[in-house]
């Protein structure tokens, strides 16, 4: 079992959708979570980082943490096709050097 | 400011060949970190360097080795290249100043084809 789950996809919704993105992980020890955006043959870019449980919002995206069940969710309000790309969940332990990537859900947003 | 650079940015190699990748770093950042992706997967962690130093490493054979420079970039040297080590290889830069939590940024990474 992978230390952290995502559903591949891919996924295509229509522009203006609401996006839910998710993970499912296995270690309760894992503290930190991150959502990653990442554009065809390029670097992974930051989008979120949250350490607790609960909602944090930014524009257009909030994450979402549930320790108890060990669900992590990205949420896309107002879809747009530059949202168009592939969507890395990732969590890290505190005191560890290493990010655990879940495999990445590729996500297209139709004009 | 100048993000995370990589170079090359593609390389093509045989197999039993011997590969060099080089990272540069967010200027103030101590903390180097390299992954591989391979097609359709997330990152994979190989190596975390800080202040020179090894701090973490993933389960990669000994193929893989790394080194960190005293201007804080560092090189990813991967021996005897066989076909599965064809990827994507990231760099990730972070502070290192506030532990082992620190946000990481990404590189463009360089894209390693095997033959």
């Known amino acids: 079992q992978k230390e952290v789950e995502q559903d591949p996809g891919p996924l295509s919704v229509p522009e203006g959708a609401i996006v839910s993105l998710n993970c499912t992980y296995s270690?309760?020890?894992?503290?930190?979570f991150m959502w990653y955006r990442q554009y065809s043959r390029k670097g992974p870019e930051l989008l979120m980082y949250t350490y607790s449980s609960g909602n944090k919002e930014d524009g257009r995206f909030t994450a979402q943490v549930d320790k108890s069940s060990k669900y992590i969710s990205l949420f896309i309000r107002d879809s747009q096709p530059s949202d168009s790309a592939t969507y890395l969940c990732?969590?890290?332990?505190?005191?560890?050097?290493?990010?655990?990537f879940g495999q990445g859900t590729r996500l297209t947003i139709n004009p | 400011d100048a993000g995370v650079t990589q170079s090359p940015t593609h390389l093509i190699k045989t197999r039993g060949q011997q590969v060099t990748l080089r990272c540069s770093p967010i200027s103030g950042h101590k903390s180097v970190s390299w992954y591989q992706q391979v097609l359709g997967q997330g990152p994979q962690f190989i190596f975390q360097?800080?202040?020179?130093?090894?701090?973490g490493r993933g389960n990669f054979p000994d193929r893989f080795s790394a080194r960190q420079f005293p201007n804080y970039s560092s090189e990813l040297n991967v021996n005897a290249l066989l076909l599965g080590d064809s990827a994507l290889y990231l760099c990730a830069s972070s502070s290192g100043t506030s532990g082992y939590t620190d946000t990481q940024y990404f590189g463009p990474g360089t894209r390693l084809t095997v033959l």
């Open positions: 360097y800080y202040e020179k130093e090894e701090r």
């Open positions: 270690n309760s020890a894992f503290q930190y």
């Open positions: 990732a969590t890290i332990i505190q005191g560890a050097q290493k990010l655990v």
